[in-house]
């Protein structure tokens, strides 16, 4: 299985700031990366597909890059309802699988 | 509007087999390109897909999971069912079921990514 791995673990930031979180994928996966953002107790909301495409409805202030094996999520100028833990996917090949998450702190 | 609930036991013993059902709205499984996977999530740890079935009965599974998962779908009641025998305490997580992109055409950007979720269900494994 393909193994994504996801840094930091924990980032503390100010609303305002500018975050990048960055995912690592064992092997290439051309451009099958998604994105997730969870709150507690909730379902993921999706965000990013095909590592560049946002999904309906989310903020412009969330974009993707990267494609191979290195990929990132920028949230340009972080509000509150950002902090959250996020997830990347990748769906180039089976088993389909995760990071490990990347928790958004208020700082 | 899609919509999709899971439901099944919030406790199982140890070495019995779990059934859950996902019960979903607003789309059909009998349309060609729709799909539906089963997740799990443990208590404060990541995700893990399980398990996915095609609108042309095409079923895919984990590879560390296969043995133990079964996942078929009745279009005409609008769910899905996932098994998994065997179940012990590390299978105690949330199981999600969500529904994939759409894929129309040739257009399968989001195919294997996770566009509508379920809220899900704990289910605890215990004695």
């Known amino acids: 299985d393909i193994q994504m791995t996801q840094s930091p673990s924990t980032l503390s930031a100010f609303v305002g700031d500018r975050v990048t979180i960055t995912c690592r994928a064992s092997?290439?996966?051309?451009?099958?990366l998604a994105w997730y953002q969870q709150k507690p107790g909730k379902a993921p909301k999706l965000l990013i597909y095909?590592?560049?495409y946002l999904e309906s409805g989310v903020p412009s202030r969330f974009s993707g890059s990267g494609s191979g094996t290195e990929f990132t999520l920028t949230i340009s100028s972080l509000q509150p309802d950002d902090f959250a833990t996020y997830y990347c996917?990748?769906?180039?090949?089976?088993?389909?699988?995760f990071g490990q998450g990347t928790k958004v702190e208020i700082k | 509007q899609v919509t999709l609930k899971e439901s099944g036991p919030a406790l199982v013993k140890p070495t019995q087999t779990l059934t859950l059902t996902c019960t979903f709205s607003?789309?059909?499984?009998?349309?060609?390109?729709?799909?539906v996977s089963w997740l799990r999530q443990p208590p404060g740890k990541a995700l893990e897909w399980l398990a996915r079935?095609?609108?042309?009965?095409?079923?895919f599974y984990s590879t560390s999971l296969k043995t133990r998962l079964t996942i078929s779908k009745d279009t005409s009641r609008n769910q899905v069912v996932l098994t998994m025998t065997n179940m012990d305490p590390v299978d105690t997580a949330t199981y999600y079921c969500?529904?994939?992109?759409?894929?129309?055409?040739?257009?399968?950007?989001?195919?294997?990514?996770?566009?509508?979720w379920g809220q899900g269900t704990l289910v605890t494994v215990s004695a």
């Open positions: 607003g789309f059909s499984l009998s349309t060609s390109g729709m799909r």
């Open positions: 095909k590592a560049s």
């Open positions: 092997q290439s996966i051309s451009s099958w």
């Open positions: 996917q990748q769906y180039n090949s089976f088993s389909w699988t």
């Open positions: 079935i095609d609108w042309d009965d095409d079923k």
């Open positions: 969500a529904r994939l992109g759409y894929c129309k055409g040739g257009n399968c950007d989001c195919g294997g990514c996770f566009a509508y």
